[in-house]
């Protein structure tokens, strides 16, 4: 992509290992992999909002017809392979990636099988890791639906690992969103570990909020662009009310899709709080303000596709704004529709493209990679995740 000496990171970047797919082969309700006529590769059904168009064509594959519409997405060999993964990183010449699990984890797992599969699932990232020594460090997966002890036993042993450098998070915690008091341990216990927490969303907003015409008539786009990023927004602020930030200081957050819409929306909360008589009178109100919270423990990714969200999210990230930002491409989600994808994706060039224009880059000679600008630039594609994260070997 072209950004002089410095090293460029993916932070946000997933994929499923072989052992997942097998679960989700295996399942019969969401989330789910399914084969139908008329479709070269498997379809992946995630979201709640695929469930209607799941439901026709399992109806049209039962009568043995090919199903007018698939649901999902195509499972391709770039959701599971580290050879596809690698040839992505070479083709937009990133140096090195964070990769993790992708939605929605092992949020659906039994408490008995949630242990063992964790253990397997981050045996699985952390030998790829150790194939591709120093060009791949990974967030692990968490069996949230165990009991307590083996999440903590958990936790303790992928800040073992040479490779891990946190982990990732969905919304629901234990059943009971990120405000739930019984999180409180294994906050601390992450803190304690220096684990990152990847916060990524997977439950969007209930699906009445899209309306009637939602599935036949607009895809995909209400609940990734819209209802992920008010998932993460309020995630993180219902942690926020709960004085989660204030009873655990060391936490640290790396929040997916540039923190939804907390940027933009922190000052409202802030001014909510302030006027609001339940939480003067209760004297409840969070210690740090959102904007301390935004500038000191939490780090946000650059993938929201333009310069415009990018500066909020610089802005709200306080006076060193831009060392808190780290590029990330949602490989192997966001495939080009209308060219090869084994080439270039622009998914990946609008993010890189963004963080030029954020800071007024221009970007085409050498000498300007030495201004602040460049500075700025060099280290949110990659020089705050090596810092941050520690993205060296030992
Ligand atoms: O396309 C999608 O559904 C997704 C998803 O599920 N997770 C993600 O990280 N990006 C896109």
Redesign the pocket.
Known sequence: MGFGDGKVVDIHT?MYPPEYVKILESRTTMPLVRSFPGSEDPRLI??DTELPLLKEAEAAKSRGETPTSLPG?PLTKHYSSLSQKMHFMETHEIDISVVSL??PWLDFLSPEEAGPIAESINADFSRMCEEKCGRLFFFAALPLTAPQDVILSSINHVAGLPYCRGVILGTSGLGKGLDDPELLPIFHALAEAKLMIFL?P?YGLPNEVWGPRATENYG?VLP?ALGFPMETTIAVTRMYLAGVFDQVPQLNMLLAHSGGTLPFLAGRIESCILHDGHLHHAGTKPKKTIWEVLSSQVYLDAVVYSDVGLKAAVHASGPDGHERLMFGT?HP??PPLGSDEDGEWESVTWNGAAVKKAFGYGGTKDEEMESEEGKKVRGVMGGNAVRVLNLRRD
């Open positions: 997933h995630l979201l997405r992708a939605n990524h997977h995909h990734l949602d989600f966001f």
